[in-house]
């Protein structure tokens, strides 16, 4: 069978929802697509991922298929290679979001980056505006979640949002931000 008639006839049969158009498009379109993926991902296991994901794509989406719009090959491409490029995006996201210690500040901070007298969150709250105060004071010295804070205080939920956003870039200013940001830990941690 030529290559247009094959198309022709892979594409009818995608149209019919029959499964042997997988096994055609597997046998005839596989080793290119890998192509496809492999050149995107720069990695074997990964490109075979990228691959088995692209054709449950293509059988999910064959009813979307449009001859008139574009070739069988430059729609299996496009499959493929859109795959490929969300399988590296979600894995750099996935690394991105993961605890790099050994480049962490917080350990590096030390004794001499703390200055005793700034210690004492309750005495320094008591300098930024009562309305910040009553929200960070429900939410890290009482415990509350956002939302029990917006209930018990009677207050919508995106303003004490707000409010703990300015308290805290207040209670910065006192503070400085490691400072800060080594009180808050350890208030999380005595909740606990």
Not at 81 to 95: E, F, H, V
Not at 162 to 178: A, T, V, W
Request: charged share 30%; with cysteine.
């Amino acid at each position: 069978m030529s290559a247009p008639l094959l198309e022709k006839h892979i594409i009818e049969l995608l149209q019919e929802r029959n499964e042997k158009a997988i096994s055609l498009l597997y046998e005839n379109y596989s080793n290119t697509l890998y192509g496809v993926a492999y050149k995107v991902v720069k990695d074997d296991a990964l490109a075979q991922d990228v691959l088995q994901e692209s054709f449950i794509k293509i059988w999910k989406k064959a009813d979307t298929y449009d001859p008139t719009k574009a070739k069988l090959f430059t729609w299996l491409f496009r499959i493929t290679r859109n795959t490929a490029i969300d399988k590296l995006r979600s894995g750099k996201s996935k690394s991105d979001k993961e605890i790099q210690i050994d480049v962490s500040d917080v350990y590096n901070l030390g004794v001499e980056g703390i200055n005793p007298e700034l210690i004492d969150m309750r005495k320094n709250l008591l300098k930024i505006d009562l309305k910040y105060q009553i929200v960070l004071e429900a939410l890290f010295f009482e415990g509350m979640t956002h939302q029990e804070a917006s209930e018990e205080l009677d207050i919508p939920l995106g303003t004490i949002k707000s409010r703990l956003k300015i308290g805290l870039r207040e209670l910065r200013k006192i503070y400085g931000e490691p400072t800060l940001l080594l009180c808050l830990t350890y208030l999380t941690y005595l909740m606990l």
